[in-house]
């Protein structure tokens, strides 16, 4: 069973110091209103109601040492117009100064530096993660994102500490594990993007569960290009086998497409009405990658017609979607309350839709 935060007795809360892993992974701290800035506010709040201290620790990029443009210093501004409360913005891992520092300071919330500044993070090393729970007196990971690697503020943290998912991974949780173990039927996964390899996990998972696995973006053109399909110069990925694919009865490719020289920029019009009469006979659907190049409005075409035929849909279906790419097009918008789930996550929602266990989950159950 996941410890979860909402169920934690308040006593164990109130005027404790609690380390909350968040994930702010944002490449362009300007954007404010990032998903998952909004997701970490609720946690944040409880803890304030109740008198706590927050540590706020997050990792950004994927830094070789220390790098200050992937440095989290921008989001101590951002937070603190967020929640109207001030934050400390702490440069270093000097952990005795560091804990004097929050110590003695009447300020409620802090930010520490990008965790993999410090090499012992990646290395889910035990004396790091000793040192960030020696700081705190509760551990709460609010970073479903990120709750697929096995890090020292993720995984080795919570043998020192008492430990509890956030508000928000228990919600993320909460609908994958419906989406997994709950669904409906018709059951329809959508897959789109550029980054190919873990989304033929997904397909692999559901292979006796979907009825319908549309493909759009490089994930149709791999696989249609290893059907012999010319697709080409668009994005494909040669790396990832598709044999055990290409019998699957539930995957449809596009028929048609929009494209630009030689490169399949998007779906075509006749193939989107096809995915939306799927879309509407269908009660569950998991969507993962636009299905074309949605940086350009024109190319945006196929990704609008699933997500509004999705939206309208809201109280028929469980839908559930997640990636950067499709959350911010989902953000853009304007509908977020219309899926029952965008999650924060792309890399480790696909490895929980895979049927993988994380190990930021693993790690609060208890
Ligand atoms: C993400 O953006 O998917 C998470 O923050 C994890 O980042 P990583 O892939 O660099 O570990």
Redesign the pocket.
């Known amino acids: 069973m996941i410890k979860y935060l909402s169920k934690a007795p308040k006593r164990a809360l109130r005027e404790k110091t609690c380390i909350v892993r968040v ?1 702010l ?1 944002i490449e362009d701290p300007s954007e404010e209103n990032a998903l ?1 800035i909004q997701a970490v506010i609720p946690t944040i709040k409880l803890l304030l109601k109740l008198n706590a201290k927050i540590i706020l620790i997050s ?4 830094p070789k040492g220390k790098d200050t443009k992937l440095s989290l210093k921008p989001f101590a501004p951002i937070l603190t117009k967020k929640l109207k409360r001030g934050i400390v913005f702490i440069p270093h891992f000097r952990f005795p100064q560091l804990k004097k520092e929050i110590e003695t300071s009447s300020v409620k919330i802090f930010l520490l530096e990008n965790l ?1 500044f410090h090499k012992g993070e990646e290395k889910n090393d035990r004396a790091f993660a000793k040192n960030l729970a020696y700081l705190a007196d509760v551990y709460i990971n609010e ?1 479903f ?2 709750s ?2 096995k ?1 020292a503020s993720i995984a080795a943290i919570t043998k020192y500490l008492p430990s509890y998912a956030g508000l928000r991974l228990e919600e993320e949780t909460k609908q994958l594990h419906k989406a997994i173990h709950k669904y409906k039927k018709p059951l329809t996964i959508i897959l789109g993007g550029a980054k190919i390899e873990n989304k033929f996990e997904v397909v692999k998972y559901f292979k006796n569960k979907a009825n319908y696995i549309l493909l759009g973006g490089g994930v149709a053109n791999t696989f249609l290009a290893e059907k012999g399909h010319p697709v080409g110069n668009s994005l494909v990925d040669r790396s990832v086998n598709m044999k055990p694919y290409l019998h699957m009865k539930q995957i449809i490719c596009p028929r048609d497409w929009k494209t630009q020289k030689d490169e399949i920029m998007d779906i075509g019009k006749e193939t989107a009405e096809a995915f939306v009469k799927i879309i509407k006979k269908s009660k569950t659907i998991i969507w993962g990658g636009p299905v074309g190049y949605i940086e350009k409005e024109k190319f945006a075409g196929g990704s609008k017609a699933i997500a509004y035929a999705i939206a309208k849909r809201k109280d028929k279906l469980l839908s559930i979607a997640g990636g ?1 790419e499709t959350t911010d097009f989902i953000l853009k918008h304007n509908l977020l309350n219309r899926f029952d789930l965008v999650s924060t ?4 929602m696909l490895e929980y839709l895979s049927g993988k266990k994380l190990p930021g989950i693993e790690a609060l159950k208890k």
């Open positions: 994930d992974n998952r990792h950004r990029g994927r993999r970073a994102a990120a697929h690697r890090h950067g996550g792309g890399g480790a």
